[in-house]
Structures are given as structure tokens and as C-alpha cells.
């Protein structure tokens, strides 16, 4: 079962996607984390500003998925674990949002990625698995 890979984000990026890609920061990573996304061009919101301090994971969660936003949670104080996940979520949901949209996504300290969605119509729970290679580049596991 190979990796195989997938368009380089940079070559598909756009300021306009950049803005399409909707971000709610956890109060635990910080209101730097959403500063510097916005500075970036993202259109990130931090929790506390919108309400959410102290909030519940639950409620968190339910805003993000409302104002379909992706969910950028804190961690376990593993900095370099929330260092490549947050950076490889950004890569690969950052410039194709419909992929992350009403999914539940884990990124692990390795920044390899598993993205859960539900098929309405069957029940069904399917997986994707994503990562990035050391140069770069998006791959996704092809189950076989």
C-alpha cells in the first residue's frame, strides 16, 4: 500500500484560497498563533475572541463546525508534535478546504494525518491518511 503523492500546495495557492480557508485557534495555542495565520493572509479567528474563553471542548467544537471553521486545538505540550501537525494541516487543509469540511481530523507528532468523514447516505466512516514528505510534498495512502 504506497504513498502516493499529490499537487504541491504552492503550485494551487492563492491570497484568495488563503482567505477561503477559515481557521478557529485554541485558547491554549495562544493569540500569537492566530495573529501570525493572519498575518499570513488566512482569515483565522482566535477562540477568545469570539467568546470561547474557557469554553468547553465541546462547545469549541461545535463553533468550529457551525462557522466551518477548521479547529486548530492545543496540544499536550509536546511543542514540536504541534509544531509539524499544525504546519501540515496548514499545508494540506489550508489549500484544499473542502477536504477537512465536517471531517474529524488527528494529526500525529509525526504530521502524518487522518482524516475521518461520515457518508450520510450509507453511515459508512471512511479514513484518509496524508503526510508530507521531507521535501515538501503532499502524499495520500492508497488503499489497496
Known amino acids: 500500500m504506497p504513498w502516493r503523492p499529490l499537487r504541491n500546495p504552492a503550485e494551487v495557492m492563492s491570497d484568495d484560497l488563503k482567505k477561503k480557508t477559515r481557521i478557529l485557534v485554541d485558547e491554549s495555542l495562544g493569540q500569537a498563533v492566530a495573529d501570525y495565520l493572519q498575518q499570513n493572509g488566512y482569515n483565522a479567528v482566535f477562540a477568545n475572541d469570539v467568546g470561547l474563553s474557557g469554553r468547553s471542548d465541546e462547545d469549541i467544537f461545535g463553533y468550529a463546525w457551525r462557522e466551518k471553521r477548521m479547529l486548530l486545538p492545543g496540544g499536550d505540550g509536546d511543542n ?65
Open 80 to 144: 514540536r508534535a504541534m509544531e509539524v501537525g499544525v504546519g501540515t494541516a496548514l499545508e494540506i487543509f489550508g489549500h484544499w478546504p473542502a477536504l477537512w469540511s465536517k471531517t474529524k481530523s488527528t494529526v500525529s507528532p509525526t504530521g502524518e494525518m487522518t482524516i475521518r468523514k461520515r457518508d450520510y447516505e450509507t453511515g459508512k466512516v471512511e479514513a484518509s491518511r496524508y503526510r508530507m514528505t521531507k521535501r515538501g510534498y503532499a502524499e495520500k495512502w492508497r488503499s489497496e
